[in-house]
Structures are given as C-alpha cells and as structure tokens.
C-alpha cells in the first residue's frame, strides 16, 4: 500500500501563485508515476498533471500549460505542482494520485489517492 498526504491548498486570488506538495509514504518503490487531478461539485475528477517516478517525464492538460508545473524531487520523494497565474476557474479540491504504472502519463491509472486539498482562487 502507498499512502499520499497532499497540503498547500489555501484561498488566493486571482493572478496569485500557490504550490501543492504530495508525500507518498509505504511500499513507494512500487510507484511508477505520481499526479494531480482535480475535481469541481458534480464533476468527474480531471487530469491536471503526472510525472514519470523515474526519466522525468510529465505530462500537463493544455489548459495549465505554461501555468502549472509538476515535478518530484527525488532526494525527498516529494511531488509538487507549482501553480502561478491562477484564474477562479482553478477553484477546485486537488487530489494527489499514485499509479503502478510509468506509463502512459495521460491517461493516468491511479491505484492511490490522496485525502484531497481545497484551492480556491477569487477573482
């Protein structure tokens, strides 16, 4: 089992920047790859981000392209994404996900979730 514990939700506005950190904890040598997804009241939970445990690979939805960032720092097995730019139609709960899989990145096959962190953004 992996357990993930996601933080650095908040209430910003917009144009303001803000950056999610997700710690995966347990059997980690299982992970192939690490995500963001988000999800709105009475929608599916979407694909924002995903980053490749090993190599480097990411991937990103074209709406965060050139806004939002994913990367691991792998002295500390830490998965961020940084967020700049944000606009109100960010306003979501973000969840970390954690996949057996180092491939594909999109889509993504999570097989771990995290517990979820709001982010709100004001316009």
């Known amino acids: 089992q992996v357990q993930l514990v996601e933080s650095g939700g908040g209430l910003v506005e917009a144009g303001d920047s803000l950056r999610l950190s997700c710690t995966p904890s347990g059997r980690t040598f299982n992970i192939g790859s690490m995500a963001w997804f988000r999800q709105t009241p009475g929608n599916e939970r979407e694909l924002v981000a995903a980053v490749a445990w090993s190599g480097g690979d990411t991937y990103h939805v074209d709406s965060v392209k050139g806004r939002f960032t994913i990367s691991r720092d792998s002295t500390k097995d830490i998965v961020f994404l940084q967020m700049n730019s944000l606009k109100p139609e960010d306003t979501a709960v973000y969840y970390c996900?954690?996949?057996?899989?180092?491939?594909?990145?999109?889509?993504?096959?999570?097989?771990?979730w995290g517990q979820g962190t709001q982010v709100t953004v004001s316009s």
């Open positions: 996900a954690a996949s057996y899989y180092s491939r594909p990145l999109a889509p993504f096959k999570p097989n771990f």
